[in-house]
Every structure is written in structure tokens, then in C-alpha cells.
């Protein structure tokens, strides 16, 4: 056998090649080019997925920051000097009380257009805060106390820097007496602008200074559990029978062409499903957190079901062979040994279908969970709203303080999908197995 020289050059139809050529040479720089300009252009796409993502944060977060705070006025008040019947706190004359109080911290002789452009500072629920305070301490009838009362929508907005006191007078929402009324209260310590617990604690109210998203946290909480209870177990259970015992027919392959489909419609068709359906012909409640879940599980079911039917097969066939070898039966075998190590994928998408289903607006709107609704829900028979239809109330309402409780909530929102997102991925690395 001749050795193999190493000048050895390959030949092709037209003749032997030169790999040393210049138009080989040429060639290998065009490939090159080209590859360079391929991850050039793939920097580029991420590049400008990072710049519109940033853009997004950082136009709610200069938008939305200043919800976070809310302006605040210390007021002190002698309720031992009121005329208040302890055994019906409820029915004195509360508001009265509160602005006499308020005139009183003033230290000037007020007359009634100067009463109102004062009292205008605070927010109008002033007197039934003070009452609620009292209804949970009485002991604050004995003497004087302090109670830091939310400043009104345009005073907060003065106090933030939004309004412009350069402009004429008629044309912004606070006067300039009542821009002098501020500063001298500012001028004597009693102004303060704390985080605004507020936001996360309150119920919903007409009045920006008192909203918050109690009540929308509260029942995006209750649909979720509705929607989790439904989807997961009936979603595992169609995945299952479809995957390891329903024959391969013509049936089973239109379902599976159904479930596959259902994961593209869009969300309002789900709506008007459950509209039609489960407020129309099952007379359940409107605007219920049971209707909204009931309606988010037909949307995640596709989701889990697809999902567990890819995670079912991941399972080495050796595990199930290893199950049959020592007698288990086939249900067995799925229930012990497969769906266990299958479960961490099953996890993940659940929670990221939750996660999608939690952003949805259209469906619940189509059902009524726009309401304006003053109380968190305690059930999900009770009416309630969730953060995206809170969200559209806000976006929808004419006062300037609203602009800025939207982005919050936006960010709130975006900050559960960061969570749920982030608790799917440490499940998968945590618990996923590599055969």
C-alpha cells in the first residue's frame, strides 16, 4: 500500500483544487463575512429587545414612582373637648370635629371661602379616617392625639412637583391661597411623605390619595386558586389519557388538533364563553372571582395539557420498563414512577400558564370584574376586580393622580410575573432530572 502524500489535492469535476488559490482565499472571507455579520445581527435584535424593554421600565418607573409616596399632614386633635358619646361613636358629628381640628392647626380666623380652599388640602374622607381611628383605639378620646391625615389629589401633586405655580391662576387646580396654606404647614414640620402602604392595603376609591389595590390583589389571588384547582388536576388527567391509554384513532387525533387550537385563541373568545355560559345559563354571580378563575382554567387548560403530554414521554422508557419488571400495573407505574419524575416540567408550565392567565384583561371585563368595588373580596362568591381590570379603571379615569397609580399598578403586575416566572425556573432547576 503507497503512502498518502501530503501535497494530496482533492480534484473536483473541473480539476484538482487549490486550497491556496485566491479564489479560495476569496471564498473562505465571503463565509466569514457572513458569519460575523449573522451574530452581528443577532446582537443587534437583542440589543433592541433590551432597548424596548428598558424603555418600557423606565417610562412606568418615571412615571409610576411617585405613587409610591403619598403626601401627609399631622394633624392634632383634642377629642376630649368634642362632644362624642362613646356608646355611639359612629353617630357624632365627624366632620365638624376634623375641621375645627384643621382650622385650629392653621392658628388663623378663617372665613367660609378661605374654610373651603383650605379644607380642600385634605382629602375629603379626612373625617371618617380620624373616625375609623377612633373606632379602633377609644382610648383616643381621653386627650389629645396626633392623626396624619392623606393630603387631597392636587395638593399631592403640588407637593411632587407636578403642578406649576408659574401658570396663571385659572389655569391649574390649586389656588394660590391655597399654595400659601401649604407652605406654612410645610413651614412648621407637619408636611411628611411616607411610602404609600397604601397603595398595597386600600380598597379602590374614586379619590387618587385613598386608592389602592387591596381589593385587586385580593381577588387576582382568588381567581388564580380557582383557576389552579381546575386546570391542574383536570389538565394531568386529560394529558394522561390521551398520552398513555386513549387509542390512536381518528377521535383522539381531532382532539388532539382541538387542544392544540384552543392554545391559540385569542382570550375574549374564552370571554364571551363564559359570559354566555357560565353567567347566562348557570346564573353564577357577576363580577365573581369563581365566574373570572372558572373562565382563566378553559385558557390554561391547552397550556397544561400540551405541556405534560411533552413532559410524560421525557421519562427514560427504562423507568417504566423497570416498574412493569417488578409487577407494578400500568396506572402504577404512570402515577408512582413516571408523573413524579415528570412533575418538575409540569410545574413550570402550569406556572407560567397562571402567570400568562394573571395578565389577562379581556375575558374578565366581558364578565363584569370592572366593577368599582370598595372592599377586598373574603370569598369567590363575592364581587371583586383583579390587577389588569384595575388597572383599566384607572387608565380610564380623568384625574391626574391616576396616571401615576396606573404605572404602579402596572409595575405591581409586572412584578408578580417576574416572581412567577422566577419560581418556575427554580423549580425546573431545582427538581429537573437529566437522563
Known amino acids: 500500500m503507497s503512502a498518502v502524500s501530503d501535497s494530496f489535492t482533492p480534484s473536483s469535476p473541473t480539476g484538482p483544487v487549490d486550497w491556496k488559490s485566491g479564489a479560495m482565499a476569496g471564498r473562505r472571507k465571503a463565509r466569514y463575512a457572513a458569519d460575523r455579520r449573522l451574530q452581528i445581527y443577532g446582537m443587534v435584535a437583542i440589543a433592541f429587545a433590551l432597548g424596548f424593554l428598558a424603555t418600557l421600565i423606565g417610562t412606568l418607573t418615571f412615571t409610576g414612582y411617585r405613587a409610591f409616596t403619598q403626601t401627609m399632614a399631622t394633624v392634632e386633635i383634642d377629642l376630649s373637648q368634642a362632644e362624642i358619646d362613646r356608646s355611639d361613636i359612629m353617630g357624632a358629628n365627624w366632620r365638624n370635629i376634623v375641621r375645627d381640628a384643621l382650622v385650629a392647626q392653621l392658628g388663623e380666623d378663617l372665613a367660609p371661602p378661605q374654610q373651603r380652599d383650605y379644607f380642600g388640602l385634605f382629602t375629603s374622607s379626612a373625617p371618617f379616617l380620624v373616625r375609623d381611628a377612633v373606632l379602633r383605639d377609644p382610648s383616643l378620646l381621653d386627650g389629645p392625639a396626633r392623626f396624619v391625615i392623606p393630603m387631597s389629589d392636587p395638593l399631592d401633586q403640588l407637593a411632587k412637583g407636578q403642578v406649576n405655580t408659574d401658570l396663571p391662576e385659572n389655569q391649574r387646580r390649586v389656588n ?245 416566572n422566577a419560581i418556575a425556573i427554580f423549580l425546573r432547576q431545582r427538581f429537573e432530572r437529566r437522563w
Open 176 to 420: 394660590d391661597r391655597q399654595v400659601e396654606y401649604f407652605q406654612q404647614l410645610e413651614q412648621q414640620g407637619l408636611i411628611s411623605r411616607p411610602f404609600n402602604w397604601g397603595l398595597f392595603f386600600n380598597a379602590d376609591s374614586r379619590f387618587p390619595e385613598l386608592a389602592g389595590l387591596a381589593g385587586a390583589i385580593s381577588g387576582s389571588f382568588w381567581l388564580l386558586l380557582v383557576c389552579f384547582l381546575i386546570s391542574f388536576p383536570v389538565g394531568i388527567a386529560a394529558a394522561i389519557y390521551l398520552e398513555e391509554f386513549a387509542p390512536k384513532n381518528r377521535l383522539t387525533d381531532l382532539i388532539e388538533i382541538n387542544i392544540n387550537n384552543l392554545a391559540a385563541v385569542p382570550s375574549v373568545v374564552f370571554g364571551l364563553l363564559g359570559l354566555a355560559v357560565f353567567l347566562g345559563w348557570f346564573g353564577l354571580p357577576r363580577s365573581a372571582p369563581l365566574v373570572g378563575g372558572m373562565v382563566l382554567s378553559l385558557m390554561t387548560l391547552p397550556t397544561i395539557i400540551i405541556v405534560t403530554r411533552a413532559a410524560l414521554p421525557s421519562v427514560p422508557s427504562s423507568i417504566r420498563e423497570a416498574a412493569l419488571g417488578i409487577g407494578a400495573s400500568k396506572h402504577e407505574m404512570i402515577f408512582h414512577h413516571v408523573l413524579p419524575l415528570a412533575m418538575p416540567s409540569i410545574l413550570t408550565g402550569t406556572i407560567i400558564g397562571l402567570a400568562q392567565a394573571l395578565g389577562e384583561t379581556a375575558p374578565l371585563l366581558l364578565i363584569g370584574m370592572n366593577a368599582f368595588i370598595t372592599s377586598p373580596p373574603a370569598g369567590v362568591f363575592e364581587a371583586s376586580t383583579a390587577l389588569p381590570t384595575q388597572i383599566y379603571i384607572w387608565a380610564d379615569s380623568p384625574e391626574r393622580g391616576f396616571v401615576a397609580r396606573t404605572s404602579a399598578a402596572i409595575l405591581v403586575l409586572l412584578g408578580f410575573l417576574v416572581v412567577m
